[in-house]
């Protein structure tokens, strides 16, 4: 079956390190991929999508390609910050519309 | 507040116990989801529905879950003769089919712990 699996964590980083996150897919069609970050007292929100092979999504700084012939999709920012502090997960949503995530990575940025 | 809303924020209950969660959507949103993300994982798809109907259940975790959206808008969870397996976090989300379908808005959880 479809299922996504991410890079263990947690990631600790110092304010305006560069970021990867890694993420691959498997899946039987062609799905879109999301990445979701759970900020610490907060619901999972969106930060990112991508929904055919090379596209890139792209918010507050964050990036990710999709990668078909890798089947990953890497999280990556240039320089973060410590509002960048939280749970990020990796998803796939396949043609049916049923959505698997990743297990997550916590990340910590540190002054 | 027009986002994704869940009721009780937390549960707790006795083993053997049912309970039942609520979701309202945001209110133009005619899809609906369930989810349970246990400690350390990520959220664990249960079912959705399109409206009304409920397009997907064959993940429910057992027969002892079931899920409702009787008249298209809010949705319960309903989970019967509680273990403690079941102590999760119970998430909802939802998205509109007519415009960004796969952009799912997710609710705060409501926190189940069996005990």
């Known amino acids: 079956g479809d299922s996504v699996t991410q890079m263990e964590g947690p990631v600790t980083l110092s304010e305006e390190a560069f970021l990867t996150i890694n993420c691959t897919y498997t899946?039987?069609?062609?799905?879109?991929l999301f990445w979701y970050v759970q900020y610490p007292g907060e619901g999972l929100q969106l930060l990112l999508k991508a929904t055919k092979a090379d596209d890139k999504g792209s918010n507050k700084g964050f990036e990710a390609t999709y990668r078909k012939e890798t089947t990953s999709f890497h999280l990556e920012k240039g320089s973060v910050q410590v509002s960048d502090s939280a749970v990020y997960f990796c998803?796939?949503?396949?043609?049916?519309?049923?959505?698997?995530f990743g297990t997550g990575t916590s990340l910590t940025v540190i002054p | 507040d027009t986002g994704v809303s869940q009721d009780p924020r937390h549960k707790i209950t006795k083993r053997g116990q049912n309970v039942t969660f609520r979701c309202d959507p945001i209110?133009?949103?005619?899809?609906l989801y369930w989810y349970r993300q246990t400690l350390g994982q990520g959220p664990e798809f249960l079912t959705y529905?399109?409206?009304?109907?409920?397009?997907?259940k064959s993940r429910l975790l057992s027969d002892r879950f079931s899920a409702e959206r009787p008249k298209g808008s809010f949705s319960t969870l309903e989970i019967q003769r509680t273990e403690q397996g079941d102590s999760a976090m119970y998430l909802c989300?939802?998205?509109?089919?007519?415009?960004?379908?796969?952009?799912?808005?997710f609710g705060a959880g409501t926190r189940l712990s069996v005990l």
């Open positions: 989300a939802s998205s509109a089919d007519y415009f960004a379908a796969d952009i799912q808005y």
């Open positions: 899946a039987t069609g062609y799905p879109s």
């Open positions: 529905f399109q409206n009304e109907a409920q397009l997907e």
């Open positions: 209110s133009e949103h005619n899809r």
């Open positions: 998803a796939l949503s396949d043609p049916g519309n049923q959505f698997y």
